[in-house]
């Protein structure tokens, strides 16, 4: 149980354009979803926490109107990445947990490689 | 940054010897997970350790954690070349959040 999935796996696109990350909990409902970000050879860093009908909640230093979280459903949270640049290129990683876990676990998703030229 | 730190950075060592990670963080926490990622994947949750333990074990896994030292440890005994893989250490304070240390490179060479 407790499966992530992400879709796209991978995506290229083209400088300007937008591109949305899907993020589904499988086979349990995720109150909390969490985005993160991870450069190569690099660690995952928290871009953002989106929990169920409310908005999302935003690290330090990340541009919230330009990656846009709606975490409409308990199964599916989105990220949209607005107006992309090569810069933004990365692997974006989101995680779902829910409320009854007492300590924090969060399960995994795949991952969404995005190379923007 | 509250971002932990691991070391070494990289580990390359033969099957059949074991592998030590350590991780120290900087704040107070709930408890410690260790994650591995194979490369350009997802990560795998290992095992996690709550602040009032000291060690667990899990298969060929023993995790050590020191509170007053801010620091745990994740020791891989007998590694095989399928052990191969970044691994992450992650605390979890009590907001629910992880935050992850810099990660060690582990080669198993066969």
């Known amino acids: 149980g407790a499966v992530v999935s992400q879709h796209p796996s991978r995506v290229i696109c083209k400088s300007g354009t937008s591109v949305k990350i899907e993020c589904r909990s499988l086979?349990?409902?995720?109150?909390?979803m969490f985005w993160y970000r991870q450069f190569p050879k690099q660690s995952l860093m928290l871009m953002a926490t989106?929990?169920?009908?409310?908005?999302?909640?935003?690290e330090q230093g990340v541009e919230k109107d330009k990656f846009l979280i709606n975490h409409a459903s308990l199964t599916l949270s989105t990220l949209t990445v607005t107006s992309a640049h090569p810069e933004d290129s990365s692997f974006y990683i989101c995680?779902?947990?829910?409320?009854?876990?007492?300590?924090?676990?969060?399960?995994f998703g795949p991952g969404t490689r995005l190379t923007v030229l | 940054s509250q971002q932990g730190e691991e070391d070494p950075q990289a580990l390359s060592i033969q099957e059949g010897e074991n592998a030590t990670m350590n991780c120290s963080y900087k704040?107070?926490?709930?408890?410690l997970q260790w994650y591995r990622q194979n490369s350009g994947r997802g990560l795998v949750h290992l095992i996690l350790?709550?602040?009032?333990?000291r060690e667990k074990h899990s298969g060929r896994l023993r995790v050590t954690l020191d509170t007053s030292k801010k620091s745990s440890s994740l020791l891989i005994t007998a590694s095989r070349a399928a052990d191969t893989a970044s691994y992450f250490c992650?605390?979890?304070?009590?907001?629910?959040?992880?935050?992850f240390g810099t990660g060690t490179r582990l080669l198993v060479s066969p």
């Open positions: 995680s779902a947990s829910w409320q009854a876990l007492s300590y924090n676990e969060q399960f």
């Open positions: 086979d349990f409902q995720a109150t909390t």
């Open positions: 989106s929990n169920e009908g409310s908005k999302a909640t935003y």
């Open positions: 704040t107070s926490i709930n408890n």
């Open positions: 350790i709550r602040s009032n333990e």
């Open positions: 992650a605390t979890a304070s009590a907001f629910q959040k992880l935050v």
